[in-house]
């Protein structure tokens, strides 16, 4: 499993939201020197989010993202406000690893699945989802910035990608997002389940032990591609050497 530091940026700089809310960020300084201390210490891949691209469909923090791909010399995945194909390809032809495509991936399923068709490896899928007070728990996925409902259920999401050659599957349980209270488990257990994709697992991780819990999760030989780590190393619950430690365990 691999541990793939998160830099998010809004407003040029690195931040963190608690649950996605925007009125609720905390700020970590400049995005470039942070990709430079995570490189330094041992990261293999950089996972960026323009926060306020995500919101607006705008590219409004082109520059930074820029900026740290220059800086460093690992794969960078990049996530936000690519509403349109040619935003993609711009991305995709800017220098970096992959693309991450949540509002676009829910919208416009069958041109995000012709993409990767024409990139394998380089297109991520972004299935971002809130719990619903529905009977059966129904998990809907948000768009948007994660402020609009997409009106799918996450399930139903994964079955339009099924078989086709993406890069992984973010997904994040959005309650759980920037709180360090633990990740998901049972959830990426069910998605190991019920899907052949490569699942990368986001939000709530807080500790080590959660790291090593997640890649200890197996289901009939299939284990979690990766995690995407943010706020637990950002605050110093743990330093990139260890996480990458525990996802390799």
């Known amino acids: ?22 009125e609720h960020e905390t700020v970590y300084g400049d995005p470039v020197e942070q990709a430079l201390d995570y490189v330094g210490a041992g990261a293999k891949a950089l996972h960026l989010v ?3 691209a995500a919101r607006t469909g705008r590219p409004v923090n082109r520059r930074a ?3 740290v791909l220059a800086a460093v010399s690992v794969p960078v995945q990049y996530g936000g406000g690519m509403r349109d194909e040619r935003a993609i390809l711009e991305a995709l032809d800017s220098g970096l690893d ?9 919208e416009q399923p069958a041109v995000a699945r012709e993409l990767a068709g024409r990139f394998p490896g380089r297109i991520v899928v972004g299935l971002d989802h809130r719990r619903t007070d529905e009977p059966g728990s129904r998990r809907e996925v948000a768009v948007r910035g994660w402020e609009d409902g ?14 086709a050659p993406l890069g992984g599957v973010v997904v994040t349980d959005i309650t759980r997002d920037g709180t360090l209270a633990g990740p998901d488990l049972d959830g990426y257990e069910e ?8 699942i990368v697992a986001s939000g709530g991780i807080g500790a080590l032990q959660d790291l090593e819990r997640l890649a200890g999760l197996e289901v009939a030989g299939r284990r979690l591609a990766a995690v995407v780590v943010g706020r637990a190393l950002l605050e110093g619950r743990m330093t990139v050497s260890e996480a990458v430690g525990a996802c390799a365990a």
Not at 1 to 22: N, Q
Not at 191 to 198: E, I, N, S, W
């Open 1 to 22: 499993m691999e541990c793939i530091p998160a830099i998010d940026i809004r407003d040029g700089r690195c931040v963190r939201l608690l649950r996605g809310s925007f």
């Open 50 to 52: 323009d926060l306020d």
């Open 65 to 67: 993202v820029l900026d």
């Open 98 to 106: 992959r693309v991450v495509l949540g509002t676009f991936a829910v």
């Open 150 to 163: 997409g009106g799918v259920e996450l399930f139903d999401a994964l079955a339009r990608f099924e078989g």
């Open 191 to 198: 998605l190991l389940a019920r899907t052949d994709l490569p």
